[in-house]
């Protein structure tokens, strides 16, 4: 052979892999730049048109100024002030109004502390009245034990028992029946004492055997009640269409001094008040 042939040459994978990832960094490369230099454009077209905008509202300003220097100057002449005396009064205006506002924001303060005190003082009030319930509910289941334990008597006139009151607080019980009227006396021996509408006399006393002699003015009558026991009923009949009236004494003191009550039918007389003059 006069001449040597040169072996065709061959190009590696990797020599094309890198060939292709130059090729599209430059492509990447040319769209970013087009995309930057697009937003560059709108950027510096706004930052023209913020500009214009800028110095359209400087003139406004200082055409606004313009006209209230001349408005201020017409006013200081239409009033005989000076600027000083217009800015000493426009001064005046703004802390009057600064003072306003702060006793506007006092009262409300004070309103609302107002408030807050009726709020718990209504809270208090409830919690009052829940006590009083309650002490009410308990009175009242009290007052029904205390009439379940009053004791049936047989007077000493009708043949039908009779509810007495042993102490005061049975009284009280039958007081809430409602059914007739009572009335409490203390008596000593020898003395006269109008109790309801009849009159009563304590004659004699005997502490030790809880007996006593006792005697019963109504209607110009007198009923003797001899040598009777404590918590007895005595009766009697009074009035112009007869009722029956009870005397029951519930004690009797060394002291010759007896304590009761007097139980008078609803719809007999009453004792008249005395009036003052």
């Known amino acids: 052979m006069s001449e040597l042939e040169e072996p065709p040459r061959t190009y590696s994978g990797a020599f094309l892999a890198v060939i292709a990832i130059a090729l599209l960094a430059s492509v990447g490369a040319l769209i970013w730049c087009f995309t930057l230099g697009?937003?560059?454009?709108?950027?510096?077209?706004?930052?023209?048109?913020?500009?214009?905008?800028?110095?359209?509202?400087?003139?406004?300003?200082?055409?606004?100024?313009?006209?209230?220097?001349?408005?201020?100057?017409?006013?200081?002449?239409?009033?005989?002030?000076?600027?000083?005396?217009?800015?000493?009064?426009?001064?005046?205006?703004?802390?009057?109004?600064?003072?306003?506002?702060?006793?506007?924001?006092?009262?409300?303060?004070?309103?609302?502390?107002?408030?807050?005190?009726?709020?718990?003082d209504v809270s208090g009030v409830k919690s009052d009245v829940g006590g009083v319930k309650t002490d009410l509910g308990k009175t009242e289941n009290d007052l029904a034990t205390t009439i379940s334990q009053l004791q049936q008597v047989r007077g000493d006139l009708s043949n039908t028992n009779s509810i007495i009151a042993r102490n005061h607080d049975e009284l009280v019980a039958l007081e809430h029946r409602g059914d007739r009227n009572y009335y409490e006396f203390t008596l000593n021996r020898g003395e006269k004492k109008p109790v309801g509408t009849v009159s009563l006399e304590l004659k004699k006393t005997d502490a030790k055997r809880s007996r006593f002699t006792l005697d019963i003015y109504a209607d110009d009558k007198v009923y003797e009640k001899k040598d009777r026991n404590v918590n007895e009923p005595l009766q009697f009949y009074s009035g112009k269409e007869p009722a029956l009236y009870e005397i029951v004494v519930n004690g009797i003191s060394s002291k010759n001094q007896i304590s009761g009550y007097l139980s008078a039918p609803k719809n007999a007389p009453t004792p008249v008040q005395p009036t003052g003059q």
């Not at 000076?82 to 005046?92: F, G, H, I, N, S």
Request: a negative charge; aromatic letters at 0%.
């Open 38 to 120: 697009s937003r560059l454009s709108t950027a510096q077209a706004e930052l023209a048109e913020a500009r214009q905008q800028n110095t359209q509202l400087a003139a406004e300003l200082r055409e606004t100024d313009a006209r209230l220097k001349v408005t201020t100057d017409e006013l200081a002449k239409s009033l005989g002030l000076t600027q000083k005396e217009l800015d000493q009064r426009a001064q005046a205006i703004i802390s009057r109004e600064e003072a306003d506002t702060q006793r506007l924001q006092s009262a409300e303060q004070q309103t609302a502390q107002q408030v807050s005190a009726v709020s718990n």
